[in-house]
């Protein structure tokens, strides 16, 4: 067997794009250098959060306060910062109710400028929780869309949260959210003139150069997608996932991947949550904690069908094995390759098995050639017909019947080659000492 460590798959996380350019491609397995192993979480779970749980459970559209509440804990708010960002809300709310007696464009575009000239004051593509934006004024678009979507329903504005493959948006309507031919208007919320975006001439001048990004108008309904409060809600917990990744958090970023699929439950979400699985489990495995990663990716193939978790898994299995037989852990090695021999291919569980065999018949030699043979014999019998350890059990068999030879223990010797050509009768070798050993009499 090459008895080498394999690179233990993908983290290719960033595939699917968070809602700001993160800039990562797929990259080699394991840690990014200068996060070492103890400064990671010491476990993962695949276990959505209470708040998660909570809001997967209800119904759509959201009443205001599970909006709110949910919008901050899925940000990370907690404590004495939740409950300020709560008061904050409740004065934006005050504040922007005289809106409330104006028709419903006007009363939406009022609601953009408000939060522009109140709340909005620095744009930041990777802010994407809400407590920040109400704290310091730093906000994304998720993090802006949530908030003027809190916001518009307390105005009694309908509307629904649009995603494209990048960047998310508000679509306010006239009628009940998502009714064919109501009238609606885009709000790019990112931007004080993004108020029906097509028609201003100040939004096009200055939007792609600020964030980066490029309106998708409404004919192109192949590049947009319209998401409920939770499809919404669960953009926060994208772009904090591929922060955390970004940074080489991978335990970390796993629970928001969690949370995110508990929400959408969709084949995106489904993917997101596979990809971190895998950068978890390569972590584990970069980190020497192959228990762990087995563990987690038998956890992570109850809820996620995917070959890709099995190939790391068997990946893991090798490597962990291969750390055991490099430390000299070799009975270590054989329990655990025969504990796991239906996750591994036979190939792979047959080549892991010979070096095992091989590796203690040599030790065994050391002390005993009598003893390396009966090593090797076991190996056979377990393993079947393999060239290899028939190679090494008649040279083992050879050396202890020489030995006894030169010894003058000539009876001993026969018996020797007696057993050994039971156990391999075809071997020449063992054949022509049978020979020989005949005409000493």
Same mark, same amino acid.
Request: glycine share 10%.
């Given at each position: ?8 798959? +993908? ?12 800039? +990562?491609a797929?990259?080699?397995?394991? *840690?990014? =250098?200068?996060v =070492? ?20 459970l209800?119904?759509?559209? !959201? ?10 804990? +899925? ?11 709560l008061?904050?809300v ?19 575009? @009022? ?7 109140r ?35 307390? *105005? ?16 306010v ?24 975006? @097509?028609?201003r ?8 150069r ?14 947009? %997608? ?9 953009l ?33 979400s ?33 809820? !996620? ?35 796991h021999?239906g996750?591994?291919?036979? %190939? ?18 050391r002390?005993d050639?009598?003893?390396a043979?009966?090593? +090797? ?43 050994g *050509?039971?156990?391999? =009768?075809?071997?020449? *070798? ?12």
């Amino acid at each position: 067997m090459e008895r080498c460590k394999r690179a233990a798959a +993908l983290l290719a996380l960033l595939l699917l794009p968070a809602l700001f350019p993160a800039g +990562l491609a797929a990259q080699s397995a394991g *840690l990014l =250098p200068g996060v =070492p192993p103890d400064m990671q979480p010491a476990s993962s779970t695949l276990e959505p959060s209470e708040a998660a749980g909570r809001l997967a459970l209800l119904s759509e559209p !959201l009443a205001d306060a599970d909006f709110l509440r949910a919008a901050l804990e +899925l940000s990370g708010a907690g404590g004495r910062e939740l409950e300020e960002a709560l008061a904050r809300v409740r004065a934006l709310s005050a504040e922007a109710a005289g809106l409330r007696a104006l028709p419903v464009r006007e009363r939406a575009e @009022g609601l953009l400028e408000l939060l522009h000239r109140r709340v909005f004051r620095q744009y930041d593509e990777r802010q994407t929780r809400l407590q920040v934006v109400l704290g310091a004024g730093r906000f994304n678009c998720v993090s802006s869309a949530v908030l003027y979507g809190l916001l518009a329903r307390s *105005l009694g504005l309908e509307f629904r949260a649009v995603q494209t493959s990048d960047h998310a948006f508000i679509r306010v309507t006239a009628g009940a959210a998502g009714a064919g031919g109501a009238e609606g208007w885009d709000v790019e919320t990112t931007n004080p003139y993004g108020f029906d975006p @097509g028609s201003r001439r100040e939004f096009t001048d200055s939007f792609g150069r600020v964030t980066g990004y490029s309106y998708v108008p409404p004919g192109q309904y192949s590049r947009r %997608r319209e998401l409920g409060d939770k499809g919404l809600l669960a953009l926060i917990l994208y772009n904090r996932n591929a922060e955390d990744t970004e940074a080489g958090r991978y335990l970390e970023a796993l629970q928001p991947a969690v949370d995110a699929h508990a929400l959408r439950g969709d084949p995106e979400s489904a993917e997101r949550l596979l990809l971190s699985s895998l950068n978890v489990a390569s972590f584990y495995g970069q980190a020497g904690r192959y228990e762990e990663g087995v563990g987690f990716l038998g956890q992570a193939e109850l809820r !996620l069908a995917d070959p890709r978790l099995a190939r790391v898994r068997e990946d893991l299995l090798h490597n962990w094995a291969v750390s055991l037989i490099q430390a000299g852990r070799l009975e270590e090695a054989r329990e655990l390759i025969d504990a796991h021999r239906g996750q591994l291919p036979e %190939r792979e569980w047959r080549s892991l098995g010979v070096s095992i065999w091989q590796l203690r018949a040599a030790e065994a030699s050391r002390r005993d050639f009598g003893e390396a043979a009966a090593l +090797l014999a076991k190996a056979l019998e377990s393993l079947g017909p393999d060239p290899g350890l028939a190679s090494g059990y008649e040279v083992y068999v050879h050396n202890h019947m020489a030995a006894l030879v030169n010894s003058g223990r000539l009876e001993e010797a026969r018996e020797v080659l007696r057993e050994g *050509l039971r156990v391999l =009768p075809s071997s020449s *070798l063992l054949r022509e000492d049978e020979s020989r050993l005949k005409a000493r009499r």
